[in-house]
């Protein structure tokens, strides 16, 4: 059974860097799609970033100026970066592995079949 | 991007009763070439992430009890819960997984009348 495990600062600064890490265990990051998904409190979910394992990614437009993600094979892991962050940016924030599909010759990332728990990230001064 | 518009926004069923939920979409999310919905339905109770119920709009996922069930196609899709269980108080997103960016709905939540 997959299990996803988010990491990372819980209370950020307005106009710093948010920085989260999700480490997978009990199966591997290579050939799958990734996802950074967050929810702010009280409020519904927006899908944020994909990657799969060798790097190749797609953002959200509404955040792609603001977001990198990137992936590690050698830990088994995947992260989030959010700069220039305000109060808006407050939420829970999930990562999630996507069902892999197949597509145009190639793969493709499906519906979001494992979650992690969650992590509250409140930016604040 | 897709809008996804779900109705209504809360409802409170009884117990044994059938709650149900729609989830209308601003493009159609049907793929010609295989025929196939994209489109995926999620759990989330209070405190936890959301899980996965259906996806191919009408495809259970693993252990996932028969009394939930999808249907529709292109635009228009239902999630039903067919004698609602305690257990069920929970809100309900569907999502699309056509194009990016992915999108869900604003969520129903459903009640215990």
């Known amino acids: 059974q997959v299990q996803l495990q988010e990491s990372g600062p819980r209370l950020v600064k307005p106009s710093e860097t948010l920085s989260l890490t999700c480490a997978v265990s009990?199966?591997?990051?290579?050939?799958?799609?990734w996802s950074w998904i967050r929810q702010p409190p009280g409020k519904g979910l927006e899908w944020i970033a994909y990657i799969d394992y060798s790097g190749s990614s797609r953002y959200n437009p509404s955040l792609k100026s603001r977001v990198t993600i990137s992936v590690d094979t050698s830990k088994n892991q995947f992260s989030l970066k959010l700069s220039s962050v305000t109060a808006a940016d407050t939420a829970v924030y999930y990562c999630a592995r996507h069902e892999l599909g197949y597509c145009d010759g190639g793969t493709c990332p499906y519906y979001f079949d494992f979650w992690g728990q969650g992590t509250l990230v409140t930016v604040s001064s | 991007d897709i809008v996804l518009t779900q109705s209504p926004d809360s409802l409170a069923v009884s117990l044994g009763e059938r709650a149900t939920i729609n989830c209308k979409s601003s493009?159609?999310?049907?793929?010609?070439?295989?025929?196939?919905?994209?489109l995926a339905w999620y759990q989330q109770k209070p405190g936890y992430p959301p899980s996965l119920l259906i996806y191919?709009?009408?495809t259970r996922a693993s252990g996932v009890p028969d009394r939930f069930s999808g249907s529709g196609s292109g635009t228009d899709f239902t999630l039903t819960i067919n004698s609602l269980q305690a257990e069920d108080v929970a809100v309900y997103y569907c999502?699309?997984?056509?194009?990016?960016?992915?999108?869900f709905g604003q969520g129903t939540k459903v009640e215990i009348k």
């Open positions: 493009q159609s999310v049907l793929f010609s070439s295989n025929n196939k919905n994209y």
């Open positions: 009990g199966g591997s990051i290579s050939t799958y799609y």
């Open positions: 999502q699309q997984y056509y194009t990016t960016p992915r999108t």
């Open positions: 191919w709009a009408s």
